[in-house]
């Protein structure tokens, strides 16, 4: 594993900055992306106060320039933005403006669905938690179609949410896959739960062939938030990566 391309620091909700790019050379990688994230729509559930970075990237680029001079591995200044359908012309406004090295892009809510927190769906009937899941999928695919970022962020979210789990169907990961082959936004290998209550890798590892069928390649991330997270998570990547038939693509490749 060559490089972590999605880790958090303390410029959104992650950790100290210098102890991610500890915790990265502790791992092996040669690089890391930092993707902290950023929501430029004051919705509903309020959540641009805290994830403000287009008001800070300029003053978290000066600090990733005076890491730069104390490491040795390849850093990226990088963001993880939530993409909101309606808010698409201001997202692409904002990305030519801060010129970050890359992109992720990741749909953590859509249609008034919250794909972070159980809370919306533990009285949610079967029937509502499958229309939850599916506007999910559109608005993903819908990130592709736009070629905004460079990267697709953990691409079955609704799988870490108990409520949700196992609503997603194996037509949602061939309707992604398919959007995928035909755009340049590569997806990542997300281990964002793989030692928690979700147990793997997103995407689902049983549906990684739908991807490999259409020539889709993948890059490689953590999603870590604490240095002990990438600690751990590396190796993980690591080993499943190993064990699976998928193809990597360096992220250099998208610069």
Do not use: K, W
Not at 94 to 112: K, M
Not at 211 to 237: C, K, Q, W
């Amino acid at each position: 594993m060559r490089t972590d391309v999605h880790a958090h620091t303390t410029y959104s909700d992650g950790s100290d900055l210098s102890a991610m790019i500890e915790a990265a050379e502790a791992a092996g990688v040669d690089g890391l992306g930092l993707t902290d994230h950023c929501i430029l729509t004051a919705d509903a559930f309020g959540r641009h106060e805290t994830y403000d970075l287009d008001e800070t990237y300029e003053r978290r680029r000066e600090h990733i320039d005076r890491a730069r001079e104390t490491t040795d591995l390849t850093l990226y200044d990088a963001a993880e933005l939530s993409y909101v359908p309606e808010d698409s012309d201001r997202i692409a406004e904002f990305l030519t403006t801060a010129d970050f090295d890359y992109t992720i892009g990741s749909v953590h809510f859509a249609s008034g669905y919250d794909y972070t927190s159980d809370t919306q769906y533990v009285d949610s009937s079967d029937g509502v938690r499958r229309e939850a899941v599916e506007c999910y999928y559109d608005a993903v695919v819908e990130l592709v179609e736009t070629e905004l970022f460079d990267v697709l962020g953990h691409l079955d979210l609704p799988e870490r949410l108990e409520t949700l789990r196992g609503h997603t169907r194996p037509s949602d990961y061939d309707r992604v896959a398919a959007a995928l082959s035909d755009s340049r936004t590569v997806p990542e290998l997300n281990a964002g739960r793989v030692n928690g209550s979700l147990g793997r890798l997103h995407p689902n590892p049983a549906m990684l062939s739908t991807f490999a069928d259409r020539g889709v390649d993948f890059v490689l991330g953590t999603d870590s938030h604490r240095p002990d997270e990438l600690r751990r998570r590396v190796p993980t990547l690591r080993d499943r990566v190993a064990q699976s038939q998928i193809d990597l693509l360096c992220i250099d490749a998208l610069l």
